[in-house]
């Protein structure tokens, strides 16, 4: 089976900097990756997505790096802002589209 | 831009009650999945469904889950006697294509059991 973690539980940063969260995971075979964003209350949000065939994606202030040899994923976030607080979950699909796995979270806190 | 929606965002039952968690997927999609967050845990997979059958079911879908899509645009998933542990968040995702597809996810029903 595909078991996901997390390497921080909490990352606080200063507002404007960037934040780099790290995700690792066990299953070399696993095709798809995506990062959710969770704030209180809420369901989780996507965020940004990449396949096993790139190893780098860029969204609006955001990126997403795969290393398949390490099998790590993290997600960068530019010039953090209040509004990004909230939970960063990683996500693996399984190949069948059937499910997500996620990882254990990783909160968020941009400090003023 | 289309959602998911859940209804209620909050119910309260008695153990041992019945209770049906209903979501409204976005229209077009035709992948519907369930999952759970127990507070302060991990997002965990329980059902995914698609053309009236299900898909795939995780070790927590148990006897007591079931899920139906009663009609063209509900997605309900029904808890036939609750227990203390099914407490959780539960959230409604659906998608349009096979596999490799973004879920988008609800905002979830918070469920406590009493």
């Known amino acids: 089976g ?43 949000q996507f965020i940004i997505d990449i396949r096993s065939n790139m190893d780098k994606r860029q969204g609006q202030r955001v990126t997403v790096l795969l290393n398949k040899t390490v099998k790590h994923l993290s997600l960068q976030i530019a010039a953090t802002q209040p509004g990004d607080s909230a939970v960063y979950f990683c996500a693996i699909g399984d190949n069948a589209g059937n499910m997500l796995t996620f990882g254990g979270g990783t909160r968020l806190m941009v400090k003023p | 831009e289309p959602e998911v929606t859940q209804t209620p965002s909050h119910q309260v039952t008695q153990m041992g009650q019945e209770v049906i968690l209903r979501c409204v997927p976005i229209s077009n999609h035709l992948y519907f999945y369930w999952y759970r967050q127990i507070l302060g845990q991990k997002v965990e997979f329980l059902v995914s469904f698609y053309n009236n059958e299900i898909s795939e079911k995780s070790e927590i879908f148990d006897d007591q889950f079931s899920v139906e899509r009663p009609d063209g645009s509900n997605f309900t998933l029904k808890i036939r006697s609750t227990k203390l542990e099914d407490s959780a968040m539960y959230f409604c995702a659906s998608k349009k294509l096979a596999s490799q597809e973004t879920q988008y996810f609800g905002p979830g029903t918070r469920l406590l059991v009493l």
Do not use: R
């Open chain 1, 2 to 44: 595909e078991s996901v973690g997390l390497h921080l539980p909490t990352l606080s940063v200063q507002e404007g900097d960037n934040s780099i969260i790290n995700c690792a995971y066990s299953n070399s075979a696993s095709d798809y990756f995506i990062w959710y964003k969770q704030e209180s209350g809420k369901g989780p």
